[in-house]
């Protein structure tokens, strides 16, 4: 019974611990998180350097690949009119 006494009038000393550290943590959580949806709006906002220099070699590839495109189908039909009209010579 007495130990059972001991453990029950120790037990909000040891355990106040855990509660202040909790309290102390769910304050801090209400503080930073409005910094850290800030941060986030702002990271989604902005473009960082190397972002944008990814988007520009992105932009001149695509445009280097259509200028390609363009250029095999204006000598593919160049070759079709080419052997058309060797056709008809013959």
């Known amino acids: 019974m007495r130990f059972t006494l001991l453990i029950l009038a120790t037990a ?3 355990l106040g611990g855990c509660v202040v550290q909790q309290a ?3 304050a801090l959580d209400v ?3 409005p910094v850290k949806v800030v941060g ?3 990271d989604a906002v ?3 350097q190397s972002e944008a220099d990814r988007r520009r070699g992105r932009e001149l590839r695509e ?3 259509r200028l390609g495109r363009e ?3 204006r000598e593919r039909a160049r070759e079709g ?3 058309s009209a060797e056709d008809d010579r013959f």
């Open 12 to 14: 909000p000393l040891l």
């Open 31 to 33: 503080v930073s998180i």
């Open 24 to 26: 102390a943590q769910t």
């Open 71 to 73: 250029a095999r189908r």
């Open 63 to 65: 445009e280097e690949e």
């Open 40 to 42: 986030e709006g702002v």
């Open 81 to 83: 009119r080419r052997g």
């Open 46 to 48: 902005t473009t960082s």
